[in-house]
């Protein structure tokens, strides 16, 4: 060790730094020299770093630093004149770092746009045309005669309505550019800055009397409190947040509105947008670079009322905090799954606590999780028991496989069924989570089935573009004719979209079929298309995965067909069953939603799976509390704490030395109550030409498991075995894979 000259001073000097770097630390500087904003937490700042230089975010200030004098280097220039993240985002951001685990500066780094992290200024509002007045009341035919351009263009901003940007306009015609000028001069038009165009509210459907008393409730709630809105598909949940959210923004306060990646769909923002009349600022993983800095930059400066994003939208500035609303608070797409593992359910809640505001979770199967916290009084259960008007819950059925053999995947029963609703006009979903031909090609002489080379798992076939392709990892190649062992021909087997698209196309030619999947909705807007497709009527067969049971309002689909119920019933994880039971409930809550009485065949090889009688005679929160019951008998959470070390090599001794020295380093710390399982191989070893393996740490209480897990890190982190793997340390993990 070096020496120590400890640099002190009397006055907060000292610059702490979140430098998006993968250290568990902040870095000192002095401030910069010569003139300049005078530091404070929250600016961000130009550092050396190494032998290069960095923006970074001052954390804080202090008098004194462990870095020795002479090691000290100077800032280079504070960028922003006031903090660009106030003190209780900074606080979240700290709190997430150790939380989670992670390096604070790749953390501030996580919560600033791309622009901003590499020092670009802040974004102002863009500026728009609006008519005055004068402008709205001229002639525009004797205008015309005397000035044709500006008559154009006045035109086209009064018929816009919420008036023109400058992007809008032809402005880099010369013309044009003169006539906005012309009129401007003669106080037709003017230009105004606005975050995002307004318009007039339209007015939404009365409340019934339990959405009316979930807003009573949510509203009426003084400071931070947490409500969980169970309510079935197509109860009105969303009606219940446009009316808390309007009450909000008529105060002047903020929401933001989380919702998973697939539920940010134009049609969801539309109804946003016309509903409540006001700015919104959209934050979600399709942005431009600009159009995101434009949008962090509405809710940094409060000109947003509203805040809609996926996960990553829980760092959003919110300098007038509101309210917090978290849409499918169970869905998979808010835990992160790589880099910061955050849960931005979990992170929501903090937040709001923080920030002394209500917070809602919405679903219709809500994560075991938030049900536990229902049940023991931590959160407030609001329910939506009915569908509102006419709206009827749908009739669920099994459909036993081994009475009723299925060709081509679909039995007698749900073909007849199809055949009826499409001939009552109505619209038919089959659901089936799995794409591609066939999930197997196998051999016809000696059973061999045709694997992927680098994962332990088996090729997907795809007929139409005539390939192979392992879903993990993306491998493809073309689809072999014979056996690679005994030169026999291959056969698929099973059943994926591919296939049943082709299956129904052949049984039900007069019908219009669309299918959903990431195969088919590749291209841009090609997702959009689809569903539009759907909205409209025009297609009566509708065929997906997953991406259909998130969300979408499709009021005309009166039968939904599940094809194979067995894939979710005995998954290897922990949370296998919920998730089956969530996908279940979601894909029915598409038949029946508007007045037309929905009917669901679910088809399945164990009818009498007791998980499977129990979601269906008594529906999901029946359910769930039988799960619960369960976790609580096996210690799983919501009964107890996990983390999990996740390591991966080229080679498997790697793997298990280093997970070995990892759970000799955290044997000596273990606090009671905490416990080391493993460590094991990944449920699938081999990935992409890597071995997986993985260490579990269980922990009665989350505060014993916070303190292990800090000094268990700093133990394991320096090993000399850690640096030939790729490890990650995965606080309440979602999946044990
Ligand atoms: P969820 O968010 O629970 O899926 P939505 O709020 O989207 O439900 O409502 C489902 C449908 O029912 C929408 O078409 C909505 O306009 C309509 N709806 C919601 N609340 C009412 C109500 N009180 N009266 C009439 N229709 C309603
Ligand atoms: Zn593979």
Same mark, same amino acid.
Request: proline share 7%.
């Given at each position: 060790?070096?020496?120590?000259?400890?640099?002190?001073?009397?006055?907060?000097?000292?610059?702490?730094?979140?430098?998006?770097?993968?250290?568990?630390?902040?870095?000192?500087?002095?401030?910069?020299?010569?003139?300049?904003?005078?530091?404070?937490?929250?600016?961000?700042?130009?550092?050396?770093?190494?032998?290069?230089?960095?923006?970074?975010?001052?954390?804080?200030?202090?008098?004194?630093?462990?870095?020795?004098?002479?090691?000290?280097?100077?800032?280079?220039?504070?960028?922003?004149?006031?903090?660009?993240?106030?003190?209780?985002?900074?606080?979240?951001?700290?709190?997430?770092?150790?939380?989670?685990?992670?390096?604070?500066?790749?953390?501030?780094?996580?919560?600033?746009?791309?622009?901003?992290?590499?020092?670009?200024?802040?974004?102002?509002?863009?500026?728009?045309?609006?008519?005055?007045?004068?402008?709205?009341?001229?002639?525009?035919?004797?205008?015309?005669?005397?000035?044709?351009?500006?008559?154009?263009?006045?035109?086209?901003?009064?018929?816009?309505?919420?008036?023109?940007?400058?992007?809008?306009?032809?402005?880099?015609?010369?013309?044009?550019?003169?006539?906005?000028?012309?009129?401007?001069?003669?106080?037709?038009?003017?230009?105004?800055?606005?975050?995002?165009?307004?318009?007039?509210?339209?007015?939404?459907?009365?409340?019934?009397?339990?959405?009316?008393?979930?807003?009573?409730?949510?509203?009426?709630?003084?400071?931070?409190?947490?409500?969980?809105?169970?309510?079935?598909?197509?109860?009105?949940?969303?009606?219940?947040?446009?009316?808390?959210?309007?009450?909000?923004?008529?105060?002047?306060?903020?929401?933001?509105?989380?919702?998973?990646?697939?539920?940010?769909?134009?049609?969801?923002?539309?109804?946003?947008?016309?509903?409540?009349?006001?700015?919104?600022?959209?934050?979600?993983?399709?942005?431009?670079?600009?159009?995101?800095?434009?949008?962090?930059?509405?809710?940094?400066?409060?000109?947003?009322?509203?805040?809609?994003?996926?996960?990553?939208?829980?760092?959003?500035?919110?300098?007038?905090?509101?309210?917090?609303?978290?849409?499918?608070?169970?869905?998979?797409?808010?835990?992160?799954?790589?880099?910061?593992?955050?849960?931005?359910?979990?992170?929501?809640?903090?937040?709001?606590?923080?920030?002394?505001?209500?917070?809602?979770?919405?679903?219709?199967? /809500?994560?075991?999780?938030?049900?536990?916290?229902?049940?023991?009084?931590?959160?407030?259960?609001?329910?939506?028991?009915?569908?509102?008007?006419?709206?009827?819950?749908?009739?669920?059925?099994?459909?036993?496989?081994?009475?009723?053999?299925?060709?081509?995947?679909?039995?007698?029963?749900?073909?007849?069924?199809?055949?009826?609703?499409?001939?009552?006009?109505?619209?038919?979903?089959?659901?089936?989570?799995?794409?591609?031909?066939?999930?197997?090609?196998?051999?016809?002489?000696?059973?061999?089935?045709?694997?992927?080379?680098?994962?332990?798992?088996?090729?997907?076939?795809?007929?139409?573009?005539?390939?192979?392709?392992?879903?993990?990892?993306?491998?493809?190649? /073309?689809?072999?004719?014979?056996?690679?062992?005994?030169?026999?021909?291959?056969?698929?087997?099973?059943?994926?979209?591919?296939?049943?698209?082709?299956?129904?196309?052949?049984?039900?030619?007069?019908? /219009?079929?669309?299918?959903?999947?990431?195969?088919?909705?590749?291209?841009?807007?090609?997702?959009?298309?689809?569903?539009?497709?759907?909205?409209?009527?025009?297609?009566?067969?509708?065929?997906?995965?997953?991406?259909?049971?998130?969300?979408?309002?499709?009021?005309?689909?009166?039968?939904?067909?599940?094809?194979?119920?067995?894939?979710?019933?005995?998954?290897?994880?922990?949370?296998?069953?919920?998730?089956?039971?969530?996908?279940?409930?979601?894909?029915?809550?598409?038949?029946?939603?508007?007045?037309?009485?929905?009917?669901?065949?679910?088809?399945?090889?164990?009818?009498?799976?007791?998980?499977?009688?129990?979601?269906?005679?008594?529906?999901?929160?029946?359910?769930?509390?039988?799960?619960?019951?369960?976790?609580?008998?096996?210690?799983?959470?919501?009964?107890?704490?996990?983390?999990?070390?996740?390591?991966?090599?080229?080679?498997?001794?790697?793997?298990?030395?280093?997970?070995?020295?990892?759970?000799?380093?955290?044997?000596?710390?273990?606090?009671?109550?905490?416990?080391?399982?493993?460590?094991?191989?990944?449920?699938?070893?081999?990935?992409?030409?890597?071995?997986?393996?993985?260490?579990?740490?269980?922990?009665?209480?989350?505060?014993?498991?916070?303190?292990?897990?800090?000094?268990?890190?700093?133990?394991?982190?320096?090993?000399?075995?850690?640096?030939?793997?790729?490890?990650?340390?995965?606080?309440?993990?979602?999946?044990?894979?």
């Amino acid at each position: 060790m070096e020496n120590t000259a400890v640099v002190a001073t009397d006055l907060e000097t000292i610059l702490r730094v979140a430098v998006d770097a993968p250290l568990m630390r902040l870095f000192d500087y002095l401030p910069p020299r010569g003139s300049g904003p005078e530091p404070a937490p929250g600016q961000r700042v130009h550092v050396p770093f190494g032998r290069g230089q960095r923006v970074g975010v001052i954390a804080s200030l202090a008098s004194e630093s462990a870095v020795p004098a002479e090691k000290l280097r100077h800032a280079q220039a504070i960028i922003d004149s006031e903090p660009l993240l106030d003190e209780s985002l900074r606080e979240l951001l700290d709190w997430t770092a150790g939380y989670y685990q992670h390096p604070v500066g790749e953390v501030y780094a996580t919560a600033l746009p791309k622009l901003l992290r590499l020092g670009r200024d802040t974004a102002e509002p863009e500026q728009r045309w609006f008519a005055t007045s004068a402008g709205s009341d001229i002639d525009l035919d004797a205008l015309t005669r005397r000035a044709p351009v500006q008559a154009r263009i006045l035109a086209a901003i009064r018929q816009a309505g919420n008036g023109l940007a400058a992007g809008d306009l032809e402005l880099a015609r010369d013309s044009w550019r003169r006539g906005i000028v012309a009129l401007e001069e003669k106080c037709l038009v003017e230009s105004r800055a606005v975050a995002v165009p307004e318009n007039e509210p339209l007015p939404g459907p009365e409340l019934n009397a339990a959405q009316s008393e979930a807003v009573h409730a949510i509203r009426a709630t003084d400071g931070f409190a947490v409500s969980l809105l169970e309510g079935v598909t197509g109860s009105g949940k969303t009606e219940v947040y446009l009316a808390c959210i309007r009450e909000f923004a008529e105060r002047g306060l903020q929401s933001l509105v989380l919702v998973p990646e697939i539920g940010l769909t134009p049609q969801l923002v539309q109804r946003f947008r016309q509903r409540l009349g006001v700015p919104m600022a959209l934050l979600h993983s399709g942005l431009s670079d600009s159009e995101r800095l434009n949008a962090w930059c509405r809710a940094a400066d409060g000109s947003a009322p509203v805040i809609i994003g996926t996960r990553s939208a829980v760092f959003a500035p919110l300098p007038k905090p509101g309210l917090i609303v978290v849409d499918e608070e169970h869905d998979a797409s808010l835990k992160q799954q790589d880099g910061l593992r955050y849960s931005a359910r979990d992170l929501a809640v903090w937040r709001a606590r923080q920030l002394n505001i209500p917070v809602v979770l919405g679903s219709a199967t /809500p994560a075991l999780e938030s049900l536990e916290n229902a049940r023991s009084g931590r959160y407030r259960l609001l329910e939506l028991p009915e569908r509102p008007g006419r709206a009827q819950a749908p009739e669920v059925r099994l459909i036993d496989l081994r009475q009723r053999p299925a060709t081509d995947g679909l039995s007698g029963p749900l073909l007849d069924a199809i055949e009826r609703h499409l001939r009552a006009d109505g619209q038919v979903l089959i659901y089936l989570n799995r794409r591609g031909f066939a999930p197997v090609l196998m051999c016809t002489g000696c059973g061999q089935v045709t694997e992927c080379r680098r994962c332990d798992a088996r090729m997907v076939y795809h007929m139409r573009r005539a390939q192979i392709v392992c879903h993990h990892c993306g491998s493809e190649r /073309p689809a072999p004719q014979h056996c690679e062992h005994c030169g026999e021909s291959l056969t698929p087997v099973g059943q994926g979209t591919e296939r049943l698209e082709a299956a129904l196309a052949q049984r039900f030619p007069d019908y /219009p079929l669309v299918r959903i999947d990431r195969d088919t909705t590749r291209r841009r807007g090609e997702i959009e298309r689809r569903l539009e497709l759907v909205r409209s009527g025009e297609a009566r067969l509708l065929l997906g995965t997953q991406m259909l049971t998130k969300g979408h309002d499709f009021p005309n689909v009166t039968l939904v067909g599940v094809v194979d119920a067995d894939q979710g019933l005995f998954g290897t994880d922990f949370r296998s069953s919920e998730r089956m039971a969530q996908s279940f409930v979601q894909v029915s809550g598409r038949a029946g939603r508007a007045e037309r009485p929905g009917e669901v065949f679910i088809q399945t090889l164990f009818p009498d799976h007791p998980l499977l009688t129990r979601l269906v005679r008594n529906g999901y929160h029946a359910f769930a509390l039988d799960a619960l019951d369960a976790r609580r008998d096996s210690q799983w959470p919501p009964f107890a704490y996990l983390a999990l070390l996740r390591a991966e090599a080229a080679r498997r001794e790697m793997v298990f030395e280093f997970l070995e020295e990892a759970r000799v380093a955290g044997a000596g710390l273990l606090p009671r109550g905490v416990e080391l399982l493993g460590p094991a191989p990944a449920p699938m070893e081999r990935r992409a030409g890597r071995y997986r393996g993985q260490l579990l740490v269980r922990s009665a209480q989350r505060a014993g498991l916070q303190r292990f897990l800090t000094g268990w890190r700093a133990a394991f982190e320096p090993v000399r075995s850690a640096r030939r793997v790729r490890w990650s340390l995965d606080v309440d993990p979602s999946e044990l894979v």
